[in-house]
């Protein structure tokens, strides 16, 4: 049997491309008012990030660890390669580690250092090479190979969603002050929401976006993806302007964040992520 993937539900995967790969997913955890809700798994509010009492937790040692078992035995003992959402957003990284050491080196765990479809990038590059009948070391080669491919960026309309959520470091000045700011934020090389771009209109943020992805792809070829939180109209028109814009882009999709990212930057928030595959 060939290696198993294993990811969590940040990563936007659709139910095909897990099927089609065999990945296993594992649900991170949206807290309403007291309950326990599984992404990907439980029926949850489409308004969770408008609600100012909800919160996320990631997946617990347990939980993962159920899962690499599982998946291990269903590799006939060829091992695991786990990518995970990143240890610098969430707690699910560091508990996967935890979780791993049972295994030892059966079940190798990646720092994806990125969110959304950015894990899932990672994830698909290394179901893709253990598809092709790769050996454990290669297919977590592959999937390391794959994050730095990876490019983040993402315009926030309000800022209260970050302030609670703490994703962005405390204490960052622009946080606190200008309350028409429309950040246009980035995920950095150690997988950190960090600011990009001081913008004060959303036309400028978006068309800052665009510009920002044109830089990072250059001639290269890629694979983009477009998300966003109740605000598809402007997803779809910031695909059709990176469409036209970059005529090399192999693939693009417009999807929503997701239910746990969504929480922690609000609603009408669109991001991108660019997954490099070639030169131009």
Sequence with gaps: MPVV????????????????????????????????????????????????RVTTAGATPAELAETYRQ???????????????????SSTYSSAVQAAREFGSAVRVVNSRSAAMGVGFVALA?????????????VEAEARSAVP???????????????????????ASWLGTALSLKPL????????????????????????????????MGDNRANVVVHHVDNHDAADEIGA???TRLPQIESLVVTDMGPVLSIHVGGGAVGVVVHVTAGG
């Design 185 to 216: 934020l980035c995920l950095d090389v150690d997988g950190r929401l960090v600011l990009d771009q001081r913008i004060r209109t959303l036309t400028k943020a978006h068309a800052a976006l665009v510009e920002r992805v044109a830089e990072v």
């Design 5 to 52: 993937v294993v990811t969590d539900s940040s990563s936007r995967l659709q139910s095909d491309e897990l099927k089609q790969f065999d990945i296993r997913q594992v649900p991170l955890h949206v807290l309403v008012d007291g309950t326990d809700l599984r992404d990907g798994v439980d029926d949850l509010p489409y308004d969770l990030h408008d609600r100012p």
């Design 126 to 138: 290394a179901a893709g090479s253990a598809a092709s009948g790769a050996d454990l070391d290669a």
């Design 149 to 171: 491919r990876n490019h983040a960026f993402i315009v926030v309309h309000r800022l209260d969603n970050l302030r609670r959520s703490g994703r962005i470091r405390r204490g």
């Design 241 to 243: 302007a990176l469409t």
């Design 71 to 89: 998946a291990l035995s269903d590799s006939d003992g060829d091992g695991v390669v786990a990518v995970h959402l990143s240890a610098a957003l």
